[in-house]
Structure formats: structure tokens, C-alpha cells
């Protein structure tokens, strides 16, 4: 959010918006292909010569509106998925709270488009490019919501299987097969804890996912997602592996493991 | 086990237990007088079996616990396929 807030005193001097009674003009210049629009000349009212009119640009208009309303509802479906999802590692109050912020302020951004004095379209393309580039709804909070809520899942299967592990390590006794097998589980959990962490730390390239912000460039964010769905792949594996292990010892110490 | 328990003179509370598997209780001491009622817990076959029957049934709990894994793998899974940043560059247009 604080991004934002020097995105926006940033691109306050170069912004023309007489009559704006909302925030200052978002950024522009944001590297993006702009749309291929006509830019007018400002038109001018008869008696006051300097100062341009107001222009509609109604279309625009409503398909900023659209983008803002697809996001709202797509950030609800990531706070229930969130909230949903359990919080082993303690990182989903953060991400409640990013989501809300990325509402209020597309909520915001909406009524200054729908209500904003636009002489021209390009402080127009300005603020509707920023439904885009100061959120990221799709590109970083979409993956970053999943990526969280797949850890939380990991995280609950590797307190499942601590617990499994402690428990059978107080009943291997001298039995030396359910021992190695119980050795070869730890390891597995071992593995898992490098890719993911053992909650309530959450460790490997996932680690770093809660705190990736909306940017213009994504280059980073994307390769912190990519590296932390990498990561996430191998937690599950090696904690899959680990169950496997935990069953084998049940089965050495006279149980009949269903699996 | 009916025949048994009517055959005790004040084995009411032991056949009330319900549990065929439980050892015999001796009878509550309702006597002060009768030294036999009293003292240590004769050693038979329940101490020798008990560890047995209570790692059988910690097994059975982890069981019970690993159960619930494949599930939250499963979760795991579909989160992160619904994490691929490529789709979601797609679905961000603008």
C-alpha cells in the first residue's frame, strides 16, 4: 500500500486533473504497451478558457468499472479460500490483511475513475492501467493465496506426521526393520522440512512468498512463485514418502496397514 | 459369564462391568474382617498382556492419523496447480 502511496505523490505533478476531488493521479509510465487510443485535444468551454472540460469517455469507463468488479469478487473467493485453509506456519493473517487492502483500494481507484475529471484519456489510461499494475490480482494474489494454502496443507500433513513419528519411535523398541523404517521416515521428514519449513516456521522458497507486492515488473515475483511451487512439489513428495515409511513401521511392529 | 457372575456370592459390581475381556475383579472388601481381601494384586496373565494390547492400540491410532494425510496432499496438490503464475499472467490481461 505504501507502494502505492509514493506511486501516487509521484505522478502527482505530471497529472492534469482539474476538478478531481478524489486521490492524486496514479502513475503512468508504467513500461506497458499502452492501449491504441486517440488522445483528443482537450476540448475547451466557451468562457473559460483555461481550464479544459471534463471528458466522458463512457466506454473506458465501464470497462475499468468491469475489471474493478471481477477482482472484488476474486479477492472475496481468495479470503475464504485463506480463511478456510488453516494457518500452521501463521502467515495467513498477513495475507487476510493484503487481500483487504488490495479491496479498499480498487474500491477507491473505481470511484475516482467513475467520478474523476478526465480532460484526457491519458490520465485516464493512467488510473485504469493501475487496476492492473498496482494490484496484481491475478498475477501475484491469485498464485500467492494458493501457493500459502498449499503449504498450510503441507504444514497440517507434517504435524500429522511428526506426531506419528514420535509416537512410533516410543514403540520400535529393538524391533531393528521398524527402526531403519522409522530412520528412513525422519529423513523424509528432514526433506520435507528443507522445502517447506516445519511449522510454525515456514522455510524454503515459500518463505519468502507472503511478502511479494504487486509490481509493475513481475520478473522477481514471478520467479519467487515458480521457486516456491517448486518447492511445495517436493514437500508433498517427500512427505508422502514419510507416510509410506510411518506404515511400513506399523507394519514391522505386527499392525496390518491398509496401505 | 452369567453362570460365573451367579455364581459369586458379591460379584454384582465385577459382572456389571459389561466387559467379557476385563480379568475378574476381586470383590470390594465389604467386610473389615478377612485378611485375604486385602493386600497386593495377585499377579496373573492381565499385567503380562496389557503392554501388548496398548501398543496394538497406539498402532492402530497412528493408523488412524496417517489416514488423514493423502487428503491434505491431495489439497496440496490442487492449491499449487492453481498456483502457476504463467495462467494467472494470462488471466491478469490489461
Not at chain 1, 500452521?88 to 487476510?96: C, E, I, S, T
Request: aromatic share 2%; hydrophobic share 45%.
Amino acid at each position: 500500500m505504501s507502494r502505492l502511496i509514493r506511486l501516487l505523490s509521484g505522478a502527482a505533478a505530471g497529472a492534469v486533473l482539474a476538478g478531481a476531488t478524489v486521490t492524486p493521479a496514479f502513475a503512468s509510465g508504467t513500461g506497458q504497451t499502452p492501449r491504441p487510443t486517440l488522445v483528443p485535444r482537450p476540448a475547451v468551454t466557451a468562457g473559460t478558457a483555461s481550464a479544459p472540460a471534463c471528458r466522458p469517455f463512457t466506454a473506458q469507463r465501464q470497462r475499468a468499472h468491469t475489471d474493478v468488479a471481477m477482482r472484488l469478487t476474486t479477492l472475496d473467493q481468495l479470503t475464504t479460500t485463506i480463511i478456510a485453509a488453516g494457518d500452521p506456519y501463521g502467515v495467513n493473517g498477513g495475507q487476510r490483511a493484503a487481500l483487504g487492502d488490495a479491496r479498499t483500494g480498487l474500491v477507491a481507484l473505481d470511484e475516482k475513475i467513475q467520478t474523476g475529471c478526465y480532460t484526457d484519456r491519458t490520465a485516464l489510461d493512467a488510473d485504469t492501467r493501475t487496476i492492473f499494475t498496482g494490484y496484481r490480482v491475478y498475477w501475484l494474489r491469485v498464485p500467492q493465496t494458493h501457493i500459502l494454502e498449499a503449504a498450510d496443507r503441507l504444514g497440517a500433513a507434517r504435524q500429522t506426521l511428526g506426531a506419528s513419528a514420535a509416537k512410533l519411535a516410543g514403540l520400535v523398541g529393538d524391533n531393528a526393520k521398524a527402526k531403519a523404517d522409522l530412520a528412513a521416515m525422519n529423513d523424509a521428514l528432514a526433506n520435507a522440512d528443507a522445502h517447506v519449513g516445519n511449522p510454525p516456521a515456514l522455510g524454503g522458497s515459500v518463505g519468502a512468498v507472503p511478502a511479494l507486492a504487486p509490481a509493475v515488473d513481475m520478473t522477481a515475483d514471478v520467479a519467487a512463485l515458480k521457486a516456491a511451487r517448486r518447492d511445495l512439489e517436493a514437500a508433498r513428495k517427500a512427505l508422502d514418502t514419510a507416510r509410506r515409511d510411518a506404515l511400513r513401521v506399523v507394519a514391522d511392529l505386527g499392525a496390518n496397514p491398509s496401505a | 459369564m452369567l453362570a460365573v457372575c451367579g455364581a459369586l456370592a458379591v460379584g454384582v459390581a465385577a459382572c456389571g462391568s459389561g466387559s467379557s475381556a476385563s480379568p475378574p475383579r476381586r470383590p470390594p472388601s465389604t467386610t473389615a474382617a478377612g485378611p485375604t481381601t486385602t493386600g497386593p494384586a495377585p499377579a496373573g496373565p492381565a499385567p503380562a498382556t496389557a503392554p501388548a494390547a496398548a501398543s496394538h492400540e497406539e498402532l492402530a491410532q497412528v493408523e488412524q492419523q496417517l489416514a488423514g494425510v493423502p487428503g491434505l496432499l491431495s489439497q496440496a496438490q490442487q492449491a499449487n496447480s492453481a498456483a502457476d503464475p504463467d495462467q494467472a499472467r494470462a488471466a491478469e490481461g490489461g
